[in-house]
């Protein structure tokens, strides 16, 4: 089975700076993959590269299906109205019954016609993610998308995007700097370190999970990113 | 009126001031009317000035008699036809500067050649002040109703000009980005992105231009003019009649305040998604 992601050799270099030196990556389709780092660990690069957003780089990468990302900032236009933000740039459908079922899948039907600037962080990253799945993507890029969101919104977003990736199985890159974040969704879980993937780690549980499930593994993750575990202590 | 900085760049935030005030004129239902005891005292100081002799009616008429002007030049037609002359001049003028204007800025906000063509020339030509090419205006064009015409328009070309190619450059690029990577079409992204995030600012370029226009108006038509508001006071000027001098001033305040509540009107419906 082709991937749905491939990336071979990657190198980015900012000025003298080599962000990414010689990434190799590979993501099945459906595969929901984390990318934990430090900041400044080229995380969000490597993502922006796959995006398209960044193209000035060496080595070779490969995205055959369609893209879609969610950002740390929703990046909803605020003098469109909610279901038009998730409809616009589709071509050839009923934008506002497609938006429609989207935002009910995002549990935003009461706010289909609201302004954006009307709406909590968490609605507007709901809203942000129904945009991207209304796509249909085969490959779904979500940038820190829980980055800004309180402790409790952010709980019910993973639960949420757990959801909403096992209806609609797109390949997932997440990237993200929280270890229970990538332990609660993903199937595999990458390392990056100074431009290289240093660690990978399958993580085999059932789903949904609990966070008592996976301490040994949390334990691991963060001593590959260089940090002791006190609660493991 | 509001003579609001005329062909001075609007720095970035006057657009955001600009648009927070607009929830709390919903507050302002309730005028406080004390705020009306200081201008009322001043005009019936003015009106006991006047009837004491203190102000001598060739200084300055007094609000009663202006009062009456008012109501007599009303009535024979006078202010009427003055005031459409002026009008159609201002309506003129702006549509010419505005046209100029707008597509000036629209290429060279949305083309780095567009940019680089035209940006340069502007930007001297803006340090201009614009009444100061009266002169010039009139070996250009004479003394009719060009030279008018041409002064309102450089008034009003600038500061939309401005404006609009600053509102473009501000577009935030992660939204950009965000339109990139969901598949926006080139179009797509100008009409739903760009210009849209460019109009709070070109509201702001629209006042100060409708200001200019207005500000333009009165200095060319104290040049040469047989009809017209400017007309009526130079006119009045000859024969001492200080009252409709003061008329034809008020006349020019009302539609400067009136051009500028329709702005306002317009601005609040138009950005009626920043309401929060």
Redesign the interface.
């Known amino acids: 089975m082709a991937s749905a992601v491939s990336v071979r050799g990657l190198v980015k270099e900012f000025g003298e700076r080599r962000v990414l030196d010689r990434v190799d990556l590979d993501i099945a389709p459906g595969e929901f993959v984390a990318l934990l780092g430090r900041s400044g660990s080229g995380k969000s690069t490597l993502l922006r590269i796959l995006?398209?957003?960044d193209t000035d780089v060496d080595g070779a990468f490969e995205v055959p299906g369609t893209?879609?990302?969610a950002?740390q900032?929703p990046?909803l236009?605020?003098?469109?109205r909610v279901w038009r933000n998730v409809s616009?740039?589709l071509r050839g459908v009923d934008g506002r019954a497609v938006a429609e079922k989207a935002l009910a899948e995002v549990r935003l039907t009461d706010h289909v016609d609201a302004?954006?600037?009307?709406l909590s962080g968490g609605e507007a990253q709901r809203v942000s993610l129904a945009?991207a799945l209304v796509?249909e993507p085969d490959v779904l890029l979500l940038d820190e998308p829980f980055g800004a969101l309180d402790a409790l919104t952010r709980l019910a977003m993973h639960h949420l995007v757990d959801q909403l990736w096992r209806e609609h199985r797109p390949a997932v890159l997440l990237v993200t700097h929280d270890v229970d974040e990538a332990l609660l969704l993903a199937d595999r879980i990458l390392v990056l370190d100074e431009g290289r993937i240093v660690a990978e780690h399958h993580v085999g549980l059932a789903r949904p999970r609990r966070r008592a499930s996976f301490t040994d593994l949390r334990t691991s993750v963060l001593a590959d990113l260089g940090v002791d575990d006190v609660e493991a202590a | 009126m509001s003579i609001s900085t005329a062909g001075v760049l609007a720095r970035p935030d006057e657009g955001t001031a600009a648009a927070r005030a607009t929830p709390k004129s919903r507050k302002r239902r309730l005028p406080d009317l004390r705020r009306w005891i200081s201008p009322i005292a001043l005009v019936v100081l003015w009106q006991v000035a006047s009837a004491s002799g203190v102000l001598p009616p060739d200084k300055l008429a007094s609000p009663v008699t202006v009062f009456g002007s008012a109501v007599e030049l009303v009535a024979d037609g006078q202010l009427g036809s003055a005031f459409l002359v002026s009008m159609g001049r201002v309506l003129g003028g702006f549509a010419i500067g505005a046209s100029v204007g707008v597509v000036l800025g629209l290429l060279s906000g949305l083309s780095r050649w567009g940019e680089r063509i035209f940006d340069p020339p502007v930007q001297m030509l803006r340090t201009l002040p614009h009444l100061g090419l009266i002169p010039l205006f009139i070996l250009w064009f004479g003394i009719g109703e060009q030279p008018k015409l041409a002064l309102v328009a450089a008034g009003v070309a600038f500061p939309l000009y401005l404006n609009l190619h600053a509102g473009i450059r501000q577009t935030d690029p992660?939204?950009l980005?965000?339109?990139?990577?969901?598949?926006?079409t080139g179009v797509?992204r100008v009409l739903?992105?760009v210009l849209?995030?460019a109009?709070p600012q070109t509201l702001v370029g629209l006042r100060i231009s409708l200001g200019a226009a207005w500000l333009s108006l009165i200095v060319a038509e104290q040049v040469n003019a047989d009809a017209g508001i400017g007309y009526l006071i130079n006119n009045a000027r000859e024969f001492l009649r200080t009252d409709v001098v003061v008329v034809g001033l008020l006349v020019y305040a009302l539609l400067g305040l009136a051009t500028d509540a329709l702005v306002r009107a317009l601005e609040k419906r138009i950005l009626?998604?920043?309401?929060?």
Do not use: C, D, K
């Not at chain 1, 302004?115 to 009307?118: A, E, N």
């Open positions: 995006a398209g957003l893209i879609s990302v950002f900032q990046r236009l605020p003098w469109r616009l740039g302004w954006p600037l009307t945009r796509r | 992660g939204l980005e965000a339109s990139r990577v969901l598949g926006f797509e739903h992105v849209p995030s109009l009626r998604w920043q309401a929060r």
